[in-house]
């Protein structure tokens, strides 16, 4: 039996809860968020390369490798426009206010890949497997979860901010699935194209998140450098593995 989408939503949006719940208690110290952050910029990564970008590229929206590849780099240039306008004047900025840029730019890349997933979820309700899919994304949830939540640690943002931030991210993904349940109209291609835009847009957010704002966070101290660079390469093979089991 395929898996109900409302059950689907309910599970994927208390897991990103329980991701970001965690990874913003108080009580971890900092260089523990910076190791949660280096898991979570490997997994990140993982997802551009091994997940978003090979499905951008071979879905059957008919779209053009070019096409795909620059919709790819659309998704991290407007990041970078939106975090440039957030903080034009970063250099002086506090740390915590860089950290705040940082959560907020995330957040809303996050977001974004996030409505996408919604789709994802609706169409895992009515295909072969859709459990495996179902899966994935609550993973994947969990994981973005958790490092939003340390970016909001980090940022030292307050409890109830930091509550409603997550709930607002943890939702994005049943939004998508009811957006998308409005939207289909039974038009298979024009439905692959839009999917294979939002992948490929996700890509390019996912390399900004993980390039520009999580690793240079994670590695400009270099206490526990090993570890961190362990934990990338750890989160990168968790996605890969994720990848096998959805292709499997």
Same mark, same amino acid.
């Given at each position: 039996?395929?898996?109900?989408?409302?059950?689907?939503? @309910?599970?994927? +949006?208390?897991?990103?809860?329980?991701?970001?719940?965690?990874?913003?208690?108080? $009580?971890?110290?900092?260089?523990?968020?910076?190791?949660?952050?280096?898991?979570?910029? *490997?997994?990140?990564?993982?997802?551009? +390369? #091994?997940?978003?970008?090979?499905?951008?590229?071979?879905?059957?929206?008919?779209?053009?490798?070019?096409?795909? *590849?620059?919709?790819?780099?659309? &998704?991290?240039?407007? @990041?970078?426009?939106?975090?440039?306008?957030?903080?034009?004047?970063?250099?002086?900025?506090?740390?915590?206010?860089?950290?705040?840029?940082?959560?907020?730019?995330?957040?809303?890349?996050?977001?974004?890949?996030?409505?996408?997933?919604? *789709?994802?979820? #609706?169409?895992?309700?009515? !295909?072969?497997?859709?459990?495996?899919?179902?899966?994935?994304?609550?993973?994947? $949830?969990?994981?973005? &979860?958790?490092?939003?939540?340390?970016?909001?640690? %980090?940022?030292?943002?307050? $409890?109830?901010?930091? !509550?409603?931030?997550? !709930?607002?991210?943890?939702?994005?993904?049943?939004?998508?699935?009811?957006?998308?349940?409005?939207?289909?109209?039974?038009?298979?291609?024009?439905?692959?194209?839009?999917?294979?835009? @939002?992948?490929?847009?996700?890509?390019?957010?996912?390399?900004?998140?993980?390039?520009?704002?999580?690793?240079?966070?994670?590695?400009?101290?270099?206490?526990?450098?090993?570890?961190?660079?362990?934990? !990338?390469?750890?989160?990168?093979?968790?996605?890969?593995?994720?990848? %096998? +089991?959805?292709?499997?």
């Amino acid at each position: 039996m395929n898996p109900s989408p409302l059950l689907s939503s @309910i599970a994927v +949006f208390l897991l990103a809860l329980a991701g970001g719940m965690w990874g913003s208690v108080r $009580k971890i110290s900092e260089e523990s968020l910076h190791l949660a952050l280096a898991f979570a910029a *490997g997994f990140f990564l993982g997802a551009a +390369f #091994l997940e978003l970008l090979p499905s951008a590229f071979t879905s059957s929206g008919g779209l053009e490798p070019v096409t795909v *590849g620059g919709v790819a780099l659309l &998704g991290f240039l407007v @990041i970078y426009v939106v975090e440039r306008g957030l903080a034009p004047d970063s250099a002086n900025q506090s740390h915590s206010q860089a950290h705040a840029t940082v959560a907020m730019t995330a957040l809303l890349g996050l977001c974004i890949h996030s409505i996408a997933e919604g *789709g994802a979820l #609706l169409v895992a309700s009515d !295909v072969v497997g859709g459990e495996s899919i179902v899966l994935s994304i609550a993973l994947h $949830k969990g994981i973005a &979860g958790l490092a939003l939540g340390s970016l909001f640690g %980090l940022a030292h943002f307050s $409890k109830s901010k930091t !509550v409603a931030l997550l !709930v607002v991210f943890a939702l994005m993904t049943p939004l998508g699935a009811g957006l998308s349940a409005l939207a289909l109209t039974g038009d298979t291609m024009a439905e692959s194209v839009f999917f294979t835009v @939002i992948t490929a847009l996700s890509s390019g957010v996912f390399l900004y998140v993980a390039t520009v704002d999580i690793l240079p966070e994670v590695l400009h101290s270099r206490a526990s450098l090993a570890w961190k660079l362990l934990l !990338v390469v750890i989160g990168a093979l968790v996605m890969w593995l994720i990848t %096998l +089991f959805e292709s499997g």
